[in-house]
T-cell receptor
């Protein structure tokens, strides 16, 4: 079966440009997560969806970051007016069941999108 | 607030040596979950293990073993008879029952296994 896929794998943007990063989770997975991984650092949580509902967006660094999952499957992370500090790898992960409480199952990660803002 | 510390930034060993990767965590919750992930050069994080706070039994899976000690807030990972294919960045991570969906990662340990 297919794993989590992300596109594009690499994106170069000029400062001030808007970008959209796509995530295709594993089919049937209820939970979807976005993380930001700066060079040499661990992933940092951005946001969490349970089906189409965005239940936690506490990790989004600014209002320039926006994520959606309108039909409860594919998700898009949009960054408006990109800045150099947005340069990072953006990782998407999915999990079979809802996350939280006493349900903290394995998250399956995609290969990431490496964003470089010039 | 939850926090994970991986004090070893880089470790280099020769093939067949045993190596232990350290992980220390901080949490106020009594129920929490600890994870180890492997990130090879391809970039995709690979799940290795999940541990619940109420289960301190150590685990062995092939050449991999994990030592969970609540008394020292540590969850260390040992690779026995290391192989070149074990070269990767290894991340320890923590989630709490009360922190909703947040999974907090340490900064990772770069393991290089030389032939």
């Amino acid at each position: 079966g297919a794993g989590v896929s992300q596109s594009p794998r690499y994106k170069v943007a000029k400062r001030g440009q808007d970008v959209a990063l796509r995530c295709d989770p594993i089919s049937g997975h209820v939970s979807l997560f976005w993380y930001q991984q700066a060079l040499g650092q661990g992933p940092e949580f951005l946001t969490y969806f349970q089906n189409e509902a965005q239940l936690d967006k506490s990790g989004l660094p600014s209002d320039r970051f926006f994520a959606e999952r309108p039909e409860g499957s594919v998700s898009t992370l949009k960054i408006q007016r990109t800045q150099q500090e947005d340069s990072a790898v953006y990782l998407c992960a999915s999990s079979l069941v809802p996350w939280g409480g006493r349900s903290h199952n394995e998250q399956f990660f995609g290969p990431g999108t490496r964003l470089t803002v010039l | 607030a939850q926090k994970v510390t991986q004090a070893q930034t880089e470790i280099s060993v020769v093939e067949k040596e045993d190596v232990t990767l350290d992980c220390v965590y901080e949490t106020r919750d009594t129920t929490y979950y600890l994870f180890w992930y492997k990130q090879p050069p391809s970039g995709e994080l690979v799940f290795l293990i999940r541990r619940n706070s109420f289960d301190e039994q150590n685990e062995i899976s092939g050449r991999y073993s994990w030592n969970f000690q609540k008394s020292t807030s540590s969850f260390n990972f040992t690779i026995t008879a290391s192989q070149v294919v074990d070269s990767a960045v290894y991340f320890c991570a923590l989630s709490e029952e009360t922190s909703g969906s947040r999974l907090t990662f340490g900064e990772g340990t770069q393991l290089t296994v030389n032939p």
